[in-house]
């Protein structure tokens, strides 16, 4: 019915109209331009995203299958930490014994298994102290920026730093403690 | 294309997130952990170190390691006091040096030498921006960061200085509850009033914020600067200690090793007990005395923690109150509750905070990284990615068709984000099959007919072929639209045959939901049908290929294993009769074994070809991937 009208109007109407519809036209084909145009970017931001995405993912499986061990290694450094006090506090009339010597011999094994897997140990007693190694707990007598004394063994899991030594680090030869332990932290 | 990022730039840790894909996702630092602590220093060697490495050696050179460089940032000596403590009351706080600016400034002094706040500022999001470059693969160059709600303006100026300084364009700085808010989408509310209740290891703030039409505006906000975790963990290690003395009456408190130890101890065991009853704590070897090695192990009780801390959690509470005065609003008109920081997570908190509301909070997003995620969702917004992105749907129950026997098989399984398509080959179920019908489901039940169906269509015009022989691939594709085409095409003849649904996800939740309990709840029964079909089914193909190798090897086969097996078969239909599952399985595993005589006895025949196929319907396009499933008979 529509176009019957259109086709029965007056005929000195036509051509305004016409342009009327190209004025029309136009405007859509700029609209629908403008919004391909916007599609075209979303597809391919969304393309990125995606590739972008499916790399990471790609170097995060190989570092989690590299890693994989290193969140139970880090439950059991507390165990190892407990042997090393247990040993370094032996009664001397136990020492000797081979009960005594059996429980290190285990310790022994349990340790070999693990640095099979890549644990390593950190040096730490009378190396220059080093934050990405080491945390410092304190300061003591000692020779300046040297690690004194160690109260926790540091770890490194197949070259990176699992768990940092803990140690006292030399003030110089002075008796010069700085406690000044900040509440922050 | 360069990305931009959110960062929340905290007092004790600072964090930093991207938008991908739509969605906020916080970034690792390069040493592996989303922990990163707003701490500078310079070494003794001058080397500039930041975060973690910064922290380790804090305390053998505190003079030279800035951290809290937040509660200066933007500040005045001598400004008159507002939600925080005076300058002067933070400056003796820290263990480096302060001074003064030209403007009355506060400064901080390191490595010998004057920092504005922003500029250290800066080196913390240096250190952010190179990691999320590492982690991205790109440029990261644009930002927006976070800042609690009662930063002035020049605050929030400074905060915009360390952005620049650091090579960041600063889209926007927002408020840290808004950046919360985000992060649980509550810019789609049209309106509403949020209290976000942010309890962090060192502070502690509340903002009430309303939204309308999008924009967030804070009502009020309050806190307490210095509260936070940290406080909690203090409660533990001091009751420890009291505890210890009490039994071997010795004091730990000058052992530094022994401290550390408990430190850790007690960090942990207070996270433990968000969501167990009790702990036990046990520290071998605490220490010494003249009788020999102590150790320390005691069983901490939630209720026990909770006594502890009873007055810290309390103590948030009137700030909550004076909030809500500000904001002249009373707890009834709140509408939603978000938790912020990490102590949030102990139950005694989000209690306290559900009584003082009246309302449970909203959990769900990790309470450590909500405010960098909200800001990335903001970064994200300001650069066109999160409007543009098409919100995808997902298929709420598997499609699959019925195949030999009953059995649904899946193609495309729920929850599969749409658009999506997936082939898959199957073949007939006897010989001479001319058509197959496709039985299009919907619905988790492992058996066709408990599942709905969505439509039914025949491909006809399959070539007489044994069965197993031809190919008809199923094609499932699912639009945007949620509209479902099945297609079905004979890869032998070209033919193809499709249906199009367009009411494949007009069921409302509440069907789905049904669809979904009644698979649950008939799970075991459902897996035993299951089963019996499969059973059948191996039965039925066993038949088939011990009739066929019979009839095929006729001659090569002696007279007496011909009969056996030809009895072993007629054992195996009977039972296929009947209704006893492991009979079937019985005369199966017989024929089975009779089968074997057969192939001894091909294979022992003279001038028997080597590599030449073994007897029997072996499915030809097997090698090709066709599947086990095969059409039941129209």
């Known amino acids: 019915m529509d176009e019957d009208d259109e086709v029965v109007g007056p005929e000195t109407e036509q051509p305004e109209a016409e342009t009327e519809d190209v004025e029309e036209l136009r405007q859509a084909l700029a609209e629908e331009q403008e919004k391909a145009q916007r599609y075209l970017a979303s597809w391919q931001r969304s393309q990125a995203d995606l590739e972008n995405y499916i790399k990471r993912t790609e170097q995060e499986k190989s570092a989690t299958v590299e890693f994989a061990n290193s969140t139970l290694l880090l439950e059991l450094l507390p165990i190892m930490d407990d042997f090393d006090r247990a040993f370094a506090s032996v009664p001397a009339e136990l020492a000797e014994q081979h009960w005594t010597k059996g429980v290190g011999l285990i310790y022994n094994k349990l ?24 945390e410092a707990a304190g300061q003591v007598d000692g020779e300046d920026g040297i690690v004194v004394e160690e109260i926790r063994k540091g770890y490194k899991f197949r070259d990176k730093l699992l768990r940092p030594s803990m140690v006292m680090v030399g003030a110089g030869r002075k008796n010069n403690t700085e406690e000044e332990n900040s509440e922050e932290r | 294309m360069a990305k931009a990022v959110g960062i929340d730039l905290g007092t004790t840790l600072s964090e930093v997130a991207v938008v991908e894909g739509g969605k906020p996702k916080l970034i690792p630092s390069s040493e592996g952990s989303n922990l990163f602590p707003s701490v500078v220093a310079i070494s003794k060697n001058g080397e500039r170190l930041v975060g973690q490495v910064a922290k380790r050696q804090a305390i053998v050179n505190p003079e030279n390691t800035v951290y809290s460089i937040k509660r200066f940032m ?109 992060a649980y989408g509550a810019d789609k509310k049209k309106e509403g009033t949020i209290a976000v209740y942010d309890l962090g290891g060192g502070t502690f703030d509340i903002s009430i914020l309303e939204i309308g039409e999008g924009t967030f505006q804070v009502k009020s906000t309050s806190g307490n600067t210095h509260l936070g975790g940290d406080d909690f963990d203090q409660r533990v290690i001091e009751w420890l200690c009291a505890e210890f003395k009490r039994d071997q009456g010795i004091d730990l408190m000058n052992d530094r090793m022994a401290m550390q130890r408990l430190k850790e101890a007690s960090e942990r065991a207070k996270i433990e007990l968000s969501t167990v009853q009790q702990t036990e704590i046990s520290l071998p070897f605490i220490t010494a005395d003249a009788s020999g090695p102590k150790h320390l192990t005691i069983t901490l009780t939630r209720s026990k923690l909770e006594q502890l801390v009873m007055d810290l959690v309390e103590e948030t509470l009137q700030p909550c109150d004076q909030a809500m005065k500000d904001a002249g609003l009373t707890s009834g008109q709140i509408d939603e509750v978000l938790l912020v920081g990490g102590q949030t997570r102990m139950p005694l908190v989000q209690e306290k905070v559900k009584q003082f509301f009246g309302k449970e909070p909203s959990k769900g997003i990790n309470p450590d990284e909500v405010v960098a995620m909200g800001a990335a969702i903001q970064a994200g917004v300001l650069k066109g990615e999160v409007g543009e992105i098409l919100l995808l749907d997902v298929t709420p129950l598997t499609l699959g068709i019925e195949t030999l026997g009953g059995v649904a098989t899946p193609l495309i399984s729920r929850n599969t984000t749409i658009p999506t ?73 070209g033919k193809e045959q499709k249906i199009t649904i367009t009411a494949s996800s007009g069921l409302s939740k509440d069907e789905v939901e049904k669809m979904r309990r009644e698979a649950e709840q008939h799970a075991s029964e459902d897996t035993k049908r299951k089963e019996e079909v499969e059973v059948r ?98």
């Open chain 2, 74 to 182: 933007g500040r005045k000596w001598g400004e008159p006091r507002g939600r925080e403590l005076p300058v002067e009351e933070d400056a003796k706080r820290v263990t480096y040096r302060t001074a003064h600016g030209p403007n009355n400034e506060v400064k901080v002094v390191m490595g010998g030498k004057e920092y504005t706040p922003p500029e250290i500022s800066a080196m913390i999001l240096q250190k952010l921006k190179t990691d999320a470059e590492a982690y991205l693969g790109d440029k990261v160059t644009e930002a927006v960061i976070t800042v609690p709600a009662y930063f002035n303006d020049s605050q929030r100026q400074a905060t915009k200085d360390a952005g620049v300084i650091a090579g960041l364009s600063v889209l926007r700085i927002i408020n840290e509850p808004t950046a919360a808010a985000l």
């Open chain 2, 421 to 493: 398509s997936k082939s898959q080959i199957f073949s007939t179920a006897s010989d001479s099959q001319p058509s197959v019908e496709i039985h299009v489901l919907q619905g988790e039940r492992p058996m066709a007919a408990d599942n709905r169906t969505l439509g039914r269509f025949i491909l006809d015009g399959i070539l007489p072929a044994p069965r197993g022989m031809p190919q008809i691939e199923v094609t499932f594709d699912i639009d945007a639209n949620g509209i479902l085409n099945v297609s079905a095409r004979d890869k032998g003849t």
């Open chain 2, 537 to 634: 089914n191996t039965a039925d193909t066993l038949v088939y290929t011990a009739e066929k190798t019979l009839r095929d090897q006729a001659d090569k086969i002696p007279a007496d294993v011909k009969q056996e097996v030809d009895g072993k078969v007629a054992g195996v239909k009977s039972a296929l009769q009947g209704k006893d599952v492991n009979a079937i399985r019985k005369a199966v595993q017989d024929l089975s074994q009779t089968m074997q005589k057969v192939g001894a006895s091909v294979y022992q025949q003279p001038g028997q070809q080597p590599g030449q196929p073994p007897p029997g319907g072996e499915k030809p396009g097997g090698d090709e991937g066709t599947v086990e499933g095969e059409f039941r008979e129209v």
């Open chain 1, 111 to 134: 340790k070999a298994v693990l640095e099979a897997q890549g644990l390593a140990e950190i040096k730490a007693r009378g190396e220059p102290f080093d934050p990405y190694l080491h």
